[in-house]
């Protein structure tokens, strides 16, 4: 490999992580990533991106996506629209086939990072009917009777959050990696990142408090890393003192975002 992935200022990564993007790349496989909701699986890609310098390209997956709508969109409202009331030339059809998002990253002049988020919401055929361009890295326009090639085999990551199991034939075509919820010793170095000038003694004081409420096995919905890094933002700006968070959470709605989860966690605090 040219170069490395290694993380970049803002995403702290874990070795296991890193090495798995580094054999994603190296094999041409996309890179399944799950964990649990603000493990960072989104920003991954994005990070991907920012450390090896290449271009970003973006594909949110819905309940109501085809894998077809990610190569390219044959626009016939429009080309209607202009027949009728512009004088744009309606014969020629390339100027109505839009890219999707694995269309663009087949085009684009240099390697690409494609982020294929939630790929779980989809209905179950939509992996499957996306193994063949994966694999062959080229797909076909039935309008313009043209096959489109990738100039490039971008970076595929592949977000899913298991709300539904994913079909075998396309598991075994992609590298895996479950990113853990972060331990002690790195969720340090993540809230440093993003609060650099936080004192010793309210790190101290948030992790304790942090770790202490996501070892409740009654919460229905944990804190994540995301809703540490506001709650933190607030305490700072609210000038909190870290000796009250042993004996009462400050700004409760940042982190918890449950009702029942909020008034357990009150009457826990009472006690």
């Known amino acids: 490999m040219e170069k490395e992935f290694t993380g970049t200022d803002t995403y702290i990564t874990s070795g296991p992580l890193r090495e798995v993007v580094n054999a994603s790349i190296v094999l041409g496989r996309p890179l399944l990533v799950k964990g649990e909701p603000g493990t960072g699986k989104t920003l991954l890609a994005t990070a991907v991106a920012e450390d090896l310098g290449m271009p970003l390209i973006r594909w949110h997956v819905k309940s109501t996506t085809k894998a077809k709508d990610g190569l390219y969109v044959y626009d016939t409202v429009q080309r209607l629209h202009d027949s009728r009331f512009s004088d744009h030339d309606v014969d020629d059809i390339t100027n109505y086939i839009r890219m999707g998002p694995l269309g663009e990253s087949f085009r684009s002049e240099q390697q690409a990072v494609l982020l294929i988020d939630e790929v779980d919401k989809a209905d179950l055929e939509f992996p499957n009917d996306l193994l063949n361009e994966l694999d062959e890295m080229s797909f076909y326009i039935y309008e313009t009777q043209e096959t489109v090639r990738a100039a490039h085999r971008p970076v595929v990551v592949i977000t899913s959050n298991n709300e539904k199991e994913?079909?075998?034939?396309?598991?075994?075509?992609?590298?895996?990696?479950?990113?853990?919820?972060?331990?002690?010793?790195?969720?340090?170095?993540?809230?440093?990142?993003?609060?650099?000038?936080?004192?010793?003694?309210?790190?101290?004081?948030?992790?304790?408090?942090?770790?202490?409420?996501?070892?409740?096995?009654?919460?229905?919905?944990?804190?994540?890393?995301?809703?540490?890094?506001?709650?933190?933002?607030?305490?700072?700006?609210?000038?909190?003192?870290?000796?009250?968070?042993?004996?009462?959470?400050?700004?409760?709605?940042?982190?918890?975002?449950?009702?029942?989860?909020?008034?357990?966690?009150?009457?826990q605090m009472v006690q």
Request: aromatic content about 8%; proline content about 6%.
């Open 166 to 267: 994913l079909p075998d034939a396309f598991l075994r075509r992609c590298l895996f990696h479950y990113i853990e919820f972060p331990d002690e010793r790195l969720m340090r170095d993540i809230v440093r990142v993003h609060h650099p000038r936080i004192q010793d003694n309210l790190m101290d004081a948030v992790i304790r408090r942090f770790y202490h409420i996501r070892a409740m096995d009654e919460l229905r919905k944990k804190p994540s890393t995301s809703e540490l890094i506001d709650w933190v933002q607030v305490l700072i700006e609210g000038g909190v003192d870290p000796a009250e968070l042993s004996r009462r959470i400050p700004f409760l709605g940042v982190l918890l975002k449950k009702e029942q989860d909020v008034e357990f966690l009150r009457g």
